[in-house]
């Protein structure tokens, strides 16, 4: 009898099919109407009020008319992580005020990128990419089959700790919010994964997609540019005094 790791003989707990359809129309509900706030960040307040409302209402009708259900079809429910990073922009994007056009420009994207130091992106990306190859059976042992266990539970609650830990010794007051909110976020994952199952029943899905995963590449190649710029604009400075 060949022996089995402990995660590998747990029972896996699958959503029921209410909360996975409920889960998959408010995620991608969220999902959109981030980006159609991302979209239209050039004009006013109003318009992306309405077009976002609009948005996220279609998304939440259960039938096939609505957005949430063709995209379900194709890549299932968005990371709960995901979902609560989007519903974070979506909220700071529909409470910029009206009389400056540019607000979502000069707050809340900064804030967004601000979120994303590499110390955060590392992990998400190392992550990622350890998930991915694991589908082609390249480690001794399988770790996806790990995120139905309440190990994975336990590691995302000490990740969700370190980061505020982390936040605890920031000297920066920015750095100090996006902390803390990214580990709320993930709390508050932890707790509806655990609730509802949501979005499979795995951990590692509720934590990680692959929209995330493709973002953190991207914002880990602007922020590795960003800093090589400033660090040679730093340096003809320094050579012109």
């Known amino acids: ?42 004009f006013s307040i109003k318009l992306r009020r309405a077009v976002a409302v609009t948005v996220v209402l279609l998304c939440l009708i259960p039938n096939a008319w609505s957005p949430s259900w063709w995209l379900g079809l194709a890549f299932q429910t968005p990371s709960l992580i995901l979902q609560g ?40 990306i190392i992550a990622g990419w350890i998930l991915a190859l694991d589908t082609f059976a390249l480690f001794g042992i399988s770790f996806y089959p790990i995120g139905f266990t309440p190990y994975a539970v336990l590691a995302a609650l000490f990740f969700a700790c370190l980061l505020q830990l982390i ?48 973002m953190a590449h991207g914002f880990a190649a602007s922020t590795l540019i960003q800093s090589l710029r400033a660090h040679h604009k730093r340096g003809k400075v320094i050579d012109r005094s």
């Open 1 to 42: 009898m060949m022996m089995l790791w402990p995660w590998e003989a747990s029972a896996a707990i699958t959503p029921s099919l209410f909360a996975l359809s409920v889960g998959m129309h408010v995620g991608w509900a969220l999902v959109l109407g981030a980006i159609s706030v991302c979209l239209l960040q050039a």
């Open 85 to 124: 990073l989007c519903g974070l922009y979506l909220y700071r994007g529909l409470q910029a005020h009206s009389a400056s056009l540019t607000a979502l420009d000069d707050s809340t994207v900064s804030q967004i990128k601000l979120r994303w130091p590499l110390g955060l992106l590392l992990p998400a």
């Open 167 to 214: 936040s605890a010794r920031s000297g920066h007051a920015a750095s100090t919010r996006y902390y803390r909110e990214l580990a709320v976020i993930i709390l508050l994952a932890i707790v509806v994964h655990m609730l509802f199952r949501l979005p499979t029943g795995n951990m590692w899905d509720a934590l990680i997609d692959p929209w995330l995963w493709m």
